[in-house]
């Protein structure tokens, strides 16, 4: 921000005492807005009368959520949480205001330490960067089927 205030989020982080902890990189990517518009578009397409049949047998808003809503959002869940993962893993700029220390760094942060000393191994520069896009393949592999599965059904009526 132009006025030397920090941004909104980093103050809620720091006033919870998350600043330099892993809880500080988890728990605001939690949320985005890709995420919330897939799990919506995705309720939307649960029928009405299901919701209906429960309430008349009784069940309140939170039992119907719990019980019926979210069982049935499990495919559009897991595709937020693979995107979210994938999209996390490689993130550079939270993380690198966030973690202060060596301990907390995530992949990126800590190559980008690495390349920065004066000494440039490139041989080590390349090994970790296959071991930092290696995971997310390797996940984007395993769970395709499920990525397109959860994304084709979200929002098709």
């Known amino acids: 921000m132009a ?4 941004h909104p989020v980093y103050q809620v982080v720091a006033s919870l005492g998350l600043v330099n902890r892993l809880w500080g990189l988890i728990i605001p990517a939690a949320a985005t807005p890709t995420g919330v518009f897939i799990l919506r578009q995705y309720m939307l397409s649960i029928p009405d009368e299901l919701i209906e049949a429960a309430r008349v047998d009784g069940a309140g808003e939170f039992r119907v959520f719990v ?3 979210l069982p049935m959002c499990r495919p559009a869940l897991a595709v937020v949480a ?7 893993w490689n993130d550079f700029l ?3 205001v966030v973690a202060q220390s ?4 995530t992949l990126p942060v800590a190559l980008a330490r690495f390349t ?8 080590l520069i390349i090994a970790m960067s296959v071991v930092t896009v290696l995971p997310v393949i390797i996940l984007f592999l395993f769970f395709q089927r499920q990525i397109v599965t959860g994304i084709a059904n979200t929002g098709i009526k």
């Not at 006025?3 to 920090?6: C, E, N, P, V, Y």
Request: charged share 20%.
């Open 3 to 6: 006025d030397g205030q920090a």
């Open 67 to 69: 019980r019926i809503v």
């Open 82 to 88: 693979i995107l979210s993962i994938m999209w996390r």
């Open 94 to 96: 939270w993380p690198l």
């Open 102 to 105: 060596e301990s907390v760094y």
């Open 116 to 123: 920065a000393e004066e000494t440039v191994p490139f041989n």
